[in-house]
């Protein structure tokens, strides 16, 4: 795989790296956190799905921005990624 | 408001069909706006990888050659990670909202929208790690990481070869590639099924390929088998693969694997929420959930102004997505007054090799048919609904309450009225109404009509509705 330039970003607080070209999602998948979001009412984990922008299921919060999906949003240095608070409690 | 850019012609959806109507409307002399979800053109087909995106990295870089010239054609706006999520007839066109918050005016639109997975419910299908098998192929493509390191790849249809095989070509174990139809001698004897797969030898050839890369790495290929379940604590850890018996009315013998990540899906379902939204007459699908768009020899729809190409017209693939976009680009340009406002007929060899691949396409389909026992397979704690988390149980009380049809359903369970608003659950949903009630699935609906098609922020909303 052709390797982009590393990208720190965070997630929940852990300091994570990344690199251009990942989205959020796939960044996330590649430092071995496979959920990242418990659902409103059984609470139950969730991560990636469909992949391509259609279930909802991969949401996060990004700084300001919340419900964010995962699957299509470009991974940015810096970035603090959190559970998504507007579908769920906040935390795995 | 922000005031609305004008264009001749909007395509929404940049894949293959897309691509190729907004080529094809450029070179006849349109302005076109090209609007699609992701930042980078290719649709799914064509998925480029986002490696240089920080970088200003080039939209059509990656896109094979015939492509590329969208990326610095003056005619062209590229409206790229955005979607539409209101469409609208207004005077002298139509009006599209996107969720950048642009509007845009346009004469005439082609819809090139695409499919979503269609997918059935298991119990651990909502487990991390239980995936479509297009997300892998997502994650692959356009990021060039795993999904996971031991997969099984399971349901039907062609799209679990190429799934498969990129798979172990980057280095993941492919646990199993699990075909649930059966591919038996009868099956070749129906009508036009030998002629389809016939007259594509290229693609024949490209399906033997994927075969080749699998048993090369001597990944076990199952026919008639599928994925009945999935557990683990907090992610998958093992998958049950069942024999399936006819018509998938349970299964005779089963086997639980381990295995990190399953990637389960039958087929594709054409995305109508925008076709619908502007009135565009469509047809029920033999056999299948969803309906797709109607379109004449020019792929004009049943809404003046308005073309459709690629999947929205019945899941054909891309080489007749494309075919179709060239058609409805160079209709589309007619309609705003380009060439004299006469398209003329297709070309000969457009529409041979149209009939071609939807004749393949068209085979394809009749090998592979969802058995309708599948939720046979279904525990009464299963979500069928991942959004709303509504179990099966929910759902059978329901239409033992009464219910007849999904709408009926979506209001006794809150099934499809989540974020998704059932593009997930939806298809899946009307199988198992239609099966419970006794009805077709053209009866029991389906739960694409939303005049929202994507949820968007109130202020968007807001910030859009001008006078009229």
């Keep these: ?92 | 408001m922000t005031p609305p850019l004008s264009v001749d012609v909007a395509v929404i959806g940049g894949g293959p069909a897309g691509m190729a109507a907004a080529s094809a409307a450029t070179g006849l002399g349109c302005r076109v706006g090209l609007v699609d979800s992701y930042p980078l053109l290719g649709g799914q087909v064509h998925r480029q990888a986002w490696r240089r995106l920080g970088a200003g990295q080039d939209p059509v870089a990656g896109l094979p050659r015939r492509f590329r010239g969208l990326g610095a054609d003056p005619g062209v706006r590229l409206h790229l990670g955005s979607s539409v999520w209101h469409a609208r007839q207004v005077t002298g066109g139509f009006e599209l909202l996107l969720t950048t918050g642009e509007s845009v005016h346009a004469g005439a639109v082609v819809l090139a929208t695409g499919a979503v997975e269609l997918v059935l419910p298991f119990p651990g299908w909502d487990l991390p790690g239980a995936m479509t098998p297009g997300a892998a192929q997502a994650l692959l493509k356009g990021q060039g990481r795993l999904a996971g390191r031991r997969v099984v790849v399971a349901g039907s249809g062609p799209f679990l070869l190429p799934v498969a095989a990129g798979l172990v070509r980057a280095g993941a174990t492919v646990v199993a590639v699990a075909e649930a139809s059966r591919l038996r001698p009868g099956v070749l004897g129906r009508p036009g099924v030998w002629r389809g797969l016939s007259s594509s030898p290229a693609k024949l050839a490209e399906g033997a390929g994927y075969l080749s890369a699998l048993l090369r790495r001597r990944v076990p290929l199952l026919a008639g088998w599928a994925v009945t379940a999935c557990r683990g604590r907090s992610q998958v850890e093992e998958v049950r693969l069942s024999r399936l018996a006819p018509d998938w009315a349970g299964w005779d013998r089963e086997r639980w694997v381990r295995a990190d990540t399953c990637c389960v899906g039958y087929g594709f379902v054409p995305s109508m929420e925008l076709a619908r939204a502007l009135g565009c007459g469509e047809r029920p699908r033999r056999g299948l959930p969803g309906s797709a768009v109607v379109v004449g020899p020019d792929q004009s729809t049943s809404t003046g102004g308005v073309f459709a190409a690629g999947e929205v017209c019945g899941i054909s693939g891309a080489a007749a997505a494309e075919l179709e976009g060239l058609l409805a680009g160079r209709a589309a340009a007619c309609w705003v007054g380009k060439r004299g406002g006469r398209p003329g007929p297709p070309t000969a060899s457009v529409r041979r090799r149209l009939a071609r691949q939807r004749s393949f396409a068209v085979a394809l389909e009749q090998l592979g048919r969802i058995g309708a026992g599948w939720t046979a397979w279904l525990e009464d704690e299963t979500p069928v609904c991942r959004c709303e988390e509504t179990t099966w149980a929910k759902v059978r009380q329901a239409v033992g309450a009464g219910a007849r049809d999904l709408r009926g359903v979506r209001g006794l369970t809150r099934a499809g009225m989540g974020y998704c608003q059932g593009r997930v659950c939806g298809p899946a949903l009307a199988l198992a109404v239609a099966g419970l009630a006794g009805r077709g699935l053209a009866e029991v609906g389906d739960l694409a009509t939303r005049s929202i098609a994507w949820p968007v922020p109130l202020g968007t909303i807001a910030h859009s509705a001008g006078p009229g």
């Design chain 1, 1 to 92: 795989m052709a390797e982009g330039q590393a990208l720190r970003f965070t997630f929940s607080d852990r300091v994570l790296v990344g690199r251009a070209g990942d989205t959020v999602a796939s960044a996330l998948i590649a430092n071995g956190i496979r959920s990242w979001r418990r659902t409103r009412r059984g609470g139950r984990p969730r991560g990636i799905y469909c992949g391509i922008g259609t279930c909802f299921d991969c949401l996060v919060d990004i700084g300001e921005e919340v419900a964010v999906r995962a699957c299509l949003r470009p991974l940015q240095e810096g970035d603090r990624v959190a559970p998504s608070g507007s579908v769920g409690p906040a935390g795995p």
